[in-house]
């Protein structure tokens, strides 16, 4: 099993930043990717970023804007959110397992909010 908690959401202006840190504790030896997904109201999650030894991966509506980096020694994952918009506000969930994605564990999410 592996445990994750998301820190670091909270309210921020348009054109702001937010850093969002995961750490990960348990089975960390099976972890290979980490990333975030993100959650509209009534809607699915969406992948924002993830990376592996394979590199990094962004959503298109993010790139450029999103810096996803891991700290491999601390089980960490964080995502730096810079010229947030308002269609950015979301709730955040950390993902960590072998592969990304439903197959992996999650974490309680964080609601990130941008105001106009």
């Known amino acids: 099993q592996v445990q994750l908690v998301e820190s670091g959401g909270g309210l921020v202006q348009a054109g702001g930043s937010l850093r969002l840190s995961c750490v990960a504790s348990g089975n960390t030896l099976s972890i290979s990717t980490m990333g975030w997904f993100r959650q509209f109201p009534g809607k699915q999650r969406e992948l924002v970023a993830h990376?592996?030894?394979?590199?990094?991966v962004y959503a298109s509506s993010v790139k450029g804007r999103f810096t996803i980096s891991r700290d491999n020694a601390k089980n960490m994952v964080f995502l730096q959110m810079n010229s947030l918009r308002p269609e950015d506000t979301a709730v955040y969930y950390c993902?960590?397992?072998?592969?990304?994605?439903?197959?992996?564990?999650w974490g309680q999410g964080t609601q990130v909010t941008v105001s106009s």
């Open positions: 990376a592996s030894d394979l590199g990094t």
């Open positions: 993902n960590a397992g072998a592969d990304i994605g439903p197959k992996g564990y």
